[in-house]
């Protein structure tokens, strides 16, 4: 059985409502499905406005989805009410994608680390400052720059603050939201195999969105990928990369750059006169879905 399990998830807005005008309906998630085993890293690929990242936080229902239904170890999470939400959420967590905004530039480190804790109630005030010591460890921080405000971190030790203020509750799945997309090149490998790392000793599960295809080639098993609201290809990292059907899977991939400068890069452009808005996911091969 899936440790998540997604099932046409819809997430509507509706821009420019007014007192006297309706305004538009925009269709950020739309009848997206898919599931994610235990312990796996499962991919969520598309260019900005796709609606990863909508789809990710509907998932932990940090925004409340317009239709579907959403699974995390047999239970409906969209059923679950304020308290039972609040108790889930000790073992479902997101890593955001900008160090620089999502960490409070009031609170020390060690205050941000451990307010998970003290919002569950775990915990006397020795044991959280123990626990946020071990976080640190764990991610790679010295326990000295505790009462470090973040601004007196870097971008990639800002990152691993958000992380163990992620697994302080000892959560068993994470949502990472593009979490290296704002670090520089060099430090996103260290925190990449962090993550790794990280998923191997703690057991956990991640929904990986990005939009670096050579980093989710590098740690994601399976892929989904997402074009205006829908998932056009899911399958196996190895066959979508390999074998693209959908032409936006193409169009995408073709714009991954070649290292050697001999190879002429073969970019396509995408038509979307192409693409039928209302093909359904088909099988191609094994595992491998494809809405052509």
Sequence with gaps: MPLVEVSHLVKHFAR????FRSGTLVKAVDDVSFSIETGETFGLVGESGSGKTTTGRCVLRLVE???GR????????LGFSKSRLREARRHMQIVFQDPYS?????????????????IHGLGDRTARAERVRQLFGLVGLDAAHLNRFPHEFSGGQRQRIGLARALAL???????????SALDVSVQAQVVNLLMDLQQQLMLTYLFIAHDLRLVEHICSRVAVMYLGKIVEMGPTSSLFATPQHPYTQALLSAIPI???DVP???IQLDPANIDRNAALREISAGHFAAV
Excluded: C, H, K, W
Excluded at 70 to 77: A, G, H, L, T, Y
Excluded at 170 to 180: A, G, H, I, T
């Design 70 to 77: 959403v699974r995390f170890r047999d239970e409906d999470v």
């Design 65 to 67: 989805p317009t239709s």
């Design 259 to 261: 290292p050697d400068p």
């Design 16 to 19: 420019d409502r007014g007192l």
């Design 170 to 180: 000892n959560p068993s799945f994470l949502v990472l939201d593009e979490p290296v």
């Design 265 to 267: 890069p073969r970019r």
């Design 102 to 118: 999502s960490l409070n530039p009031r609170m020390r480190a060690r205050q941000i680390v451990e307010e998970p804790l003290i």
